[in-house]
């Protein structure tokens, strides 16, 4: 006998946002960057950790919450990007339900948000990067629901831009 899935019940805690600012780039520039992603009348923290050669460089960084926000953040994406992301969800997902996404820090800064490639986890293969990471709750509390209900909410997400 076949049982149906029963529907997933969440919600999104904390979602970080951050953003490695080089010794060459202009701090306010990363910034205005960061704010494709997450908008404005958000703050940032500004601080500069230890670099294994000594090179100088600003971490940048914001928090949000909620589901208002991620909403935010997937409206703001091309659909075809949204298709890629609905794709590489699996992938994307950590062991403690934490989403991982990467968006390219040059295209942010011109005005559009384009998810950085998988691949590009190899730091030396890495092109700069605004990094997110959005903790899902689920009930039940596994990984496997904390990727449907990602799911669920992007999908809705397209709903609303073809409605």
Known sequence: MHRESKPV?????EIRCWAICHSTEDEKKVELAMRTLVGDGIGFEYSSPETHFGQPMTMISCRVSGKRAFLNIIRRLPLEQIDILK????ERFDDD??????FDKQFAYEGSLYLSSLIERDSRKRRDTID???????YPSRRENAVKFARKLIEECETEEQG
């Open 132 to 138: 997110l990471s959005v903790h899902f709750t689920t």
């Open 97 to 102: 339900s934490t989403l991982q996404i990467r």
């Open 87 to 90: 794709a590489q969800l699996e």
């Open 9 to 13: 019940s969440g919600r999104i805690g």
